[in-house]
């Protein structure tokens, strides 16, 4: 072959190559791409997940939660932006007002069982709260205490992503008055 034939060439493997090394620079700016679009889902649904679990212990420890259990959120903190149904919080994750997470119990708390138990020793005159729940009543009348076994229930929205996470909790909790409303 004689030199003037193979100029051709050398043009065709030079666009060939540069239409590979194209491809294989855009493959890899997609998969980075949703590399990224993982990881941030994955972040939002971790931070849904912890506002849900804070609502919960919040709920847990609420003075009002064994006797109110469908009115224990106040939905007041929510931007008017958010339709808030009741017995939900928004939780600003990070305070700058774009991270919002809204937390609903949903369905509302409720008793699965109560089984009473002995007063004695457990509560005294004396003592602030009545095992974990602040603000319950000192004083037991003998015989009316009970074990309540409770299941809660949070669904937590990141507003922007819509990334949801749902917790469901049991908690026994040892309480004097009435056993389940």
Known sequence: MNRR?????TLIVSLIMLVLLTIIGLT???????DLQLVDNAQQ???AMDSA???I?????????QNAPTAVLDNS?????VSAPANSRCNDVYGDGRTIVLVTLSPAPRC???VPISCGGGLTEDRQDSFGVAGAPASVVSGSCYEALWEVTAVATEIKSGAQAVVTQGVKLQTSGAACI
Do not use: E, H, W, Y
């Open 112 to 114: 699965l069982q109560a």
């Open 45 to 47: 649904r971790g931070i």
């Open 77 to 81: 903190n929510c931007p008017a932006s």
């Open 53 to 55: 679990q804070a609502i």
């Open 5 to 9: 034939s193979q100029k051709g060439i």
């Open 28 to 34: 890899t700016m997609n998969i980075g791409k949703s």
């Open 57 to 65: 212990d919040q709920v847990i420890s609420s003075p009002t939660f």
